[in-house]
């Protein structure tokens, strides 16, 4: 039997929906909007269009998106000087920096720049940390995104065992906790991990985040079990996730396509971050 299809398009649409509507009745009480600061540096294609992508929302739902496009050679010190005044504007509530940046900028110190109340990729170590301790208001987006998915379509969690495979700062790891804190007992593997297979075969949750086209087969998941691709990997013929779409399909009980599963959700989340940033500074005031 082939897999449910999960929409992850349509669920982020419904989300989107709310948030725009909640946004809207804050403005009619306060008067005030939120406003997210999105830094690009360089012309890498695939960032180039995420950040169309989040514009393209903010627009949609009603936050105010500042683009702030530098070029590649843009010194470090130039970048933190935005962050700080970016920092300091009342009417920003989030900012983003598109990761990868190039080489010469250290993206550890970048990161630790932004305010964390105003971190809406929940990178900074403050966020990190309270998602460790499990007190976290702002999360990363993707794995955010991938419970998300998730618990709207009703696909329990708890006790569940759950293989993540990728061990990203951005996916990998949040991702592992966050599972954690739902009460799944998480398997976290990686490019050093011998016989791969040997774990993905006993997820009830497989979570593909490795970065290679079509890289987990159908004889890698067990059947029945539900399949997240967050791979978004670029051929000639257009998107592919890190699932083998067509055979993993005959064998898992759900799967989400590439594209319009994950993706849309980091974008969704990201504007529920935003929306979060925001009320946290009306409650401040
Ligand atoms: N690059 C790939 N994914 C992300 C993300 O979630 N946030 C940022 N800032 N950069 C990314």
Sequence with gaps: MSAAIINGKEIASAIKIEIAEELKK??????????????????????????RNKKKSCLEIGIRSSEYHLPKETSQEAILSLIGS?????????????????HHIQSNKIIETIAPDKDVDGFHPVNVGKLVANTASLISCTPLGVITLLDKTEIPIEGKRVVIVGRSNIVGKPAALLFLHRNATITVCHSKTRNLSD?????????????????????????????????????????????????????????TPVPGGVGPMTIAMLMKNTLIAFKNTLNKT
């Design 26 to 51: 804050i403005k009619r009480d306060t008067g005030k909007e939120a406003g997210l600061a999105v830094i690009l540096v360089g012309d890498d294609t695939a960032s180039a269009v995420y950040v």
């Design 86 to 102: 970016l920092n300091n504007n009342s009417e920003i509530h989030g900012i983003l920096v598109q990761l990868p940046l190039p």
């Design 199 to 255: 774990y993905t075969n006993k997820a009830d949750i497989l979570v593909a985040a490795i970065g290679r086209p079509a890289f987990i087969k159908a004889d890698m998941v067990k059947k029945g079990a539900v399949v997240i691709d967050v791979g978004i990997n670029r051929d000639e013929a257009g998107l592919i996730g890190d699932v083998d779409f067509p055979s993993v399909k005959e064998r898992a009980s759900y799967i």
